[in-house]
């Protein structure tokens, strides 16, 4: 019998032949864990951590979604502006339309430089107001 508070033992669960509690520490099901996955998560960025996935360099493409997102704007506005040619550089690569991330940068850089709210050498409020002329000679 137990006594308030006190919790029923946990069964163990027979996995390949063996009785063992040890999958229960992770958040993958006991069948992932037999199949070569790692059961433990990186301390410090909190990312399951797979013993066979290699270190691969972050990719320096972006699909047009997930541009779109880099961007802050939605993936439609990316398609008109694509269409248009009015926003930033890309290509296509195995039919799907890529975006460079450098050229992303490069692009928000120039529209920053361009916006006179951005850079105060094009604001007209630094320049010295002019004088009227008149549209016709009286």
Do not use: C
Request: net charge positive; no cysteine.
């Amino acid at each position: 019998m137990l006594h308030p508070g006190q919790r029923k033992p946990r069964r163990a669960f027979a996995i390949a032949g063996k009785t063992d509690l040890s999958y229960h520490k992770t958040s993958a099901p006991p069948s992932r864990l037999s199949r070569g996955h790692s059961p433990y998560t990186d301390s410090e960025t909190g990312v399951h951590v797979s013993e066979y996935q290699p270190h691969l360099p972050p990719p320096s493409f972006l699909t047009l979604s997930k541009a779109a997102q880099y961007l802050g704007i939605s993936a439609n506005t990316l398609y008109v502006w694509r269409h248009r040619r009015q926003g930033p550089p890309s290509f296509r690569m195995g039919g799907r339309v890529m975006y460079r991330i450098s050229a992303l940068e490069e692009w928000v850089a120039a529209q920053e430089s361009a916006d006179s709210r951005s850079n105060p050498s094009r604001s007209p409020f630094s320049r010295p107001p002019q004088r009227r002329t008149p549209r016709w000679n009286r």
